[in-house]
C-alpha cells in the first residue's frame, strides 16, 4: 500500500475553509484515495474518496493533483464539530481487497 | 437502517484470559475487517472476512482469530490476553469482491487488559 504523509495538526476557524493536504507519491494507478475523519473515542468517519477526478458530496471536496501525488480535502464551511483526526489513506484495490492502511493523521481544531 | 454494530462497547479482562467480540455489518454488506487501535495510534489491520473465510490478515499472532457467519456477522477472538491487547477493537464492514468498496465502522469495543 502506498504510503501518505499528512501535517500533524492544523487550525481552521469556524465558518472558514479547511484545506487538509496528503502526499502520497507512490501511489500506483488502481489506488483510491479515500478520507477518514475520527472524532474523539468513536469509530472512523467515511468522507469521500476518488481515483482521479476530483469529487464532492454533501461534506467535503477531495482535490486530485493530475499525477496522483498528492490530493486536498476541502471543508468548505468548517464548524466546531469538524474538530476530529483526519485520515487520508490509498488503497484498496486490487489483491488488498480493501485494507485500509491507517497512518497518524491530521488533528484539526476549529476555533471559534 | 442500521449501520455497523459492535458489543459489548466496553470490556475489561485479565491477563490470561480470553475474549470474544461481536460485530454485525451494515444492512447490503457482506465483507467485515477488524481494527486494533491503541491510544494515540491510528487503526491497525487486523483481518478481514468475506463469504466466511479469512481473506485477508495483517501483521498480529494466531493469538488473534475471527469467524464470519452465514448471515455476515463476526466474531473476533483473542486468546492469553496481554496487557499489551488493550485498545479500541473496530469493526468496518463493506461490499464487493473487488474491494473497493467503502468500509463503514462501527463504535468500537473498548478492551481493558488488567
Known amino acids: 500500500d502506498a504510503k501518505t504523509t499528512q501535517p500533524t495538526s492544523m487550525d481552521c476557524a469556524e465558518g472558514r475553509a479547511a484545506n487538509l493536504p496528503c502526499n502520497h507519491s507512490t501511489i500506483s494507478g488502481n489506488e483510491y484515495v479515500y478520507w477518514y475523519r475520527q472524532i474523539h473515542s468513536q469509530g472512523p468517519q467515511y468522507i469521500i474518496h476518488g481515483l482521479k477526478n476530483n469529487e464532492t458530496n454533501e461534506m467535503a471536496s477531495l482535490i486530485i493533483t493530475e499525477d496522483r501525488k498528492s490530493s486536498t480535502l476541502i471543508l468548505p464551511h468548517a464548524t466546531l464539530r469538524d474538530t476530529a483526526v483526519y485520515y487520508c489513506?490509498?488503497?484498496?484495490?486490487?489483491?488488498?481487497?480493501?485494507?485500509?492502511?491507517f497512518g497518524q493523521g491530521t488533528i484539526l481544531t476549529v476555533h471559534p | 437502517d442500521a449501520g455497523v454494530t459492535q458489543s459489548p462497547t466496553h470490556l475489561i479482562k485479565t491477563r490470561g484470559q480470553q475474549v470474544t467480540l461481536r460485530c454485525s455489518p451494515k444492512s447490503g454488506h457482506d465483507t467485515v475487517s477488524w481494527y486494533q487501535q491503541a491510544l494515540g495510534q491510528g487503526p491497525q489491520f487486523i483481518f478481514q472476512?468475506?463469504?466466511?473465510?479469512?481473506?485477508q490478515r495483517g501483521n498480529f499472532p494466531d493469538r488473534f482469530s475471527g469467524h464470519q457467519f452465514p448471515n455476515y456477522s463476526s466474531e473476533l477472538n483473542v486468546n492469553a490476553l496481554l496487557l499489551g491487547d488493550s485498545a479500541l477493537y473496530l469493526c468496518?464492514?463493506?461490499?464487493?469482491?473487488?474491494?473497493?468498496?467503502?468500509?463503514?465502522f462501527g463504535p468500537g469495543t473498548r478492551l481493558l487488559v488488567l
Open positions: 468496518a464492514s463493506s461490499h464487493g469482491l473487488a474491494g473497493q468498496e467503502t468500509q463503514y
Open positions: 472476512y468475506y463469504e466466511e473465510e479469512e481473506r
Open positions: 489513506i490509498v488503497g484498496a484495490g486490487g489483491t488488498s481487497y480493501g485494507k485500509l492502511t
